[in-house]
């Protein structure tokens, strides 16, 4: 199991540039960087890499939503140069928007498999040594051509509304025998990868870009009672009673914010929305990482509302090293990561959604720079800066590793 970084050694700039081809769970656009883009940055500092945009593991619906995202998927596809990128794209590489079929079973594989292909044909056709990083398990055998596999698994994909279980794990048998290594972000996904058969499986919880947050951090006398919850504003994730009774918690001793997109994957947020700010909450609509940063700077708590289910069992919330770098206190609903956290981080309050209103007004109450200081501290080993270079380093070492 790796759990801390190790000195990069073996540098990949040493011999030939490897050809990372990663495939996302996600659009590279999406309105919120996770760990995928994170990666794809930091593997880019020492190779080329191609980001391939989701494949659809969720089934699309008619929902306004959904038909934006797949028009918007095709006019890239197609080669559209006029909508500006919302993220950048970093040096050394470049973003495919293959076009296959959101149905991941036996009578559409073989149509997929050639769309998939023909979008990866540069990678394909790249010099050795050719490496496939996936952050999904449906992957049409793409690794069958790639000298090192990682499977990179940030999430119980299979318990997520609307994902093809059969998919994933006709996907995940298939991997298990070939991958080098599988990353797991959580002890719950972790136990569920070695159940799956894969040899190798080294815990890596997810970080934060911690300088970002913590350079628009505020001193405590421009600090304001409130409490922050950004991501997405999903039914499916959100704990909304929860949200409800913080938001009524918060009223007179301060207020309660919302930032992040709408129905990202998990149905209408929009009358869900209207109750929270008829009780004076605010949504702040969606930020950039810069935003959300001066933003989180000048709140004093942070929140992870989500509901305890079996998809939010294996979540190892980002967004939490985001709050401490900011130099909030952290209070959460009882994941299983946050909650092996706070047994070690007093700045991190794990608890029964029952239990946290009552502890609100308690820490809207002023600190001191000393407390705010100690929180930032505290999330100072879990940023991007050290999760890169061990990533690079784990890719150097398997890439020099003798093969069969």
Known sequence: M?????????????????????????????????????????????????????LGLRRPTLRRDDVVRMAARVRRAMGDRETPAQRPRPAGA??????????????????NR???????????????????WTFTPVTYGLEEAADVVVYHCVDLLATFPGVDGVAVARGERSLSSRTAVA?????????????????????????????????????????????????????????????ESVAT???GHGELL??????????????????????????????????????????AVGLIPYAINDYTRGVSPLKCFEYLSSGLAVLSTGLPAVTELAGTNP????????????????????????????????AAEHGWE???????????VELNRPRS
Not at 27 to 41: G, K, L
Not at 94 to 111: A, D, G, N, Y
Not at 190 to 217: I, Y
């Open 258 to 299: 919302l930032a992040g997109p709408l129905a990202a994957g998990g149905g209408s947020f929009d009358a869900e929305l209207r109750r929270l700010e008829d009780l004076g909450a605010r949504h702040l609509g969606v930020l950039t990482p810069a935003q959300l940063a001066e933003v989180a700077g000048t709140c």
């Open 2 to 54: 790796v759990t801390a970084s190790v000195p990069e050694h073996a540098r990949l700039a040493e011999g030939p540039v490897a050809n990372v081809l990663m495939l996302g769970t996600a659009e590279w656009d999406s309105p919120i960087a996770t760990n995928q883009h994170y990666v794809a940055r930091e593997l880019a500092r020492s190779a080329t890499v191609t980001f391939v945009e989701s």
């Open 114 to 132: 050639a769309l998939l292909r023909r979008a990866t044909a540069d990678w394909l056709a790249s010099p050795r040594p050719r490496v496939l």
């Open 94 to 111: 470049h973003v495919v928007s293959p076009i296959v079929l959101p149905v991941h079973r036996t009578p559409t594989r073989p149509l």
């Open 386 to 396: 050290g999760r890169g270079a061990l990533l690079r380093e784990l890719l150097s």
């Open 249 to 251: 918690a918060v009223r």
């Open 183 to 243: 990353i797991a972000t959580s002890s719950a996904v972790h136990e569920h990868l070695v159940a799956a058969g894969f040899p190798r499986v080294d815990l890596l919880p997810n970080v934060a870009d911690v300088s970002v947050f913590t350079a628009a951090s505020r001193p405590a006398a421009e600090r304001r009672p409130a409490v922050l919850f950004s991501g997405n504003l999903t039914v499916h994730k959100l704990d909304l009673p929860l949200l």
């Open 347 to 378: 700045h991190v309050t794990a608890a029964a959604a029952a239990e946290l209103p009552a502890r609100v007004p308690e820490l809207l109450q002023p600190v001191g720079d000393e407390i705010h200081g100690a929180r930032m501290a505290s």
